[in-house]
């Protein structure tokens, strides 16, 4: 089953169920100066889940577009991008509990068709300091769908992932963690301001028996590891709480919000942990493949970079983004740059994003026309700036070799960024590449050049004409 097929058959289901679709929110939040994207389906819906009404009704269903770049340096592994799209559903004070876990349950084993016996979740654990009780009901509700698909559905309370990395699971079903199950806007419940709501969630996992444990992550594997044998599919949050002056008290509307990643799910669908081999993402490996000669096998990491980044700077200037250095142009900037820098890893020293820009927007042509409708204008501004790096990038490359021998500081690393316009993330990446010595304190010499240059810089502004 195709990403498409997926998406198509998520918000057919939804409607069925009485949800109303409503369209994707650009990746540029609106009215959101505390964030630079919006990084999940729940962002542009957060007014409603703490109390607005929507104009729709009390039951949502999109597929939105998000981008989270803290993600940027983990691009590389099986499962990991910066642009994605998370599949939602809400529910705004109606169903609950009961009604939204079989409706999942239904949606991965029926409707997309995973395998029951390899689906684990994890639970919320409690926090008796502010009087939440542990979450037995959702875990009670896993129980029943796991008994009657056939599977013992064993439960572990393992705490954090820490501890569940040192006692395992024993092939738990069910696994209990802390923090890790809760949810509010501060991350943490003892951080919540008043009047903050936020509540437990249960996360649903896949598992890849073809994927062996990594014990650099931990002596046992559990739904929570690092590893890769587990992926999650998606979370459904329970908002049931505020926080109040004296602790927590249940909040007079309860909301459901529930995030699966496509990708992912798509991946599942296919039986691979390989989230770049789904159809979002595979035909531009493939054309990166035909333009270069080589093959995903031996050029893996830089091919999904590759990829990913492209789509996201493409999304990105369809949303009205331009490359810049500051705010949301230069997170977009950097994504071209990075592409750019892994091309060449490649053997692609060539301008090459003309040529990848009509497949992703042929990618997306039925679900986000918008894509193909600004195609020729993003493939216009995505060559600037890659023409315009590539001259960049040689000059960077070149004196970085030269001072590979004695090691870089942060003054070498100012250099680059100040004379050559290399970025010094891309400097500090091009340095763990190829081996080079790098001093450990080279953040503090970096940013003592860039103090030194911008006194000179006032002083000669106070200077007489």
Known sequence: MTADEIRRIFLEYMAERGHAIIPRAPLIPKDDPTTLFTGSGMQPLLPYLLGAEHPAGTRLADSQTCLRVQDVEEVGDNRHTTFFEMLGNWSLGDYFKQEQIPQVWTFLTEKVGLDPDRIYVSCFSGDPENGIPKDEEAAGIWTGLFEAAGISAGQVDVGTEEHAAEVGTAGARIAFYGKKNWWCRGGKAEDMPVGEPGGPDTEMFYLFPSV????????????????????????????????????????PRRNVDYGGGLAR??????????????????????????????????????????????????????????????AQGYVMRRLIRRAVRFAFDLGLEENFFPQIIPTIAGIYEEHFPE????????????????????????????????????????????????????????STEEVERQGIPLSEDWRAEFDEQLAEQRARSQRSMLQPG
């Not at 081999?277 to 035909?290: A, C, H, T, V």
């Not at 501004?381 to 040689?394: M, N, V, W, Y």
Request: charged share 30%; net charge negative; with cysteine.
């Open 212 to 251: 062996e444990h990594d014990p650099a992550y931990g002596a046992h594997c559990h739904q929570n590891c690092d590893c890769g044998r587990f992926i999650e599919l998606g979370n459904s949050v329970f908002m049931e709480y505020r926080r109040t002056e004296n602790g927590f008290e249940p909040l």
């Open 265 to 326: 799910i798509a991946a599942a669908a296919i039986d691979s942990p390989d989230v770049f081999k789904i159809d979002l993402l595979w035909p531009i490996i493939e054309r990166l493949q035909e333009l270069s000669g080589r093959t995903y096998e031996d050029e893996t990491r830089a091919m999904r970079v590759i990829a990913d980044h492209l789509r996201g700077a493409t999304f990105l200037a369809v949303d009205g983004v331009r490359p810049g250095n500051k």
């Open 371 to 426: 894509v193909a409708q600004h195609a020729e204008e993003v493939e216009a501004i995505l060559a600037k700036e890659e023409q315009s790096f590539r001259r960049t990038l040689r000059k960077g490359l070149k004196q970085l070799k030269a001072y590979a021998a004695d090691g870089v500081t942060g003054r070498e690393l100012f250099v680059l960024s100040d004379t050559y316009g290399f970025p010094v993330e891309l």
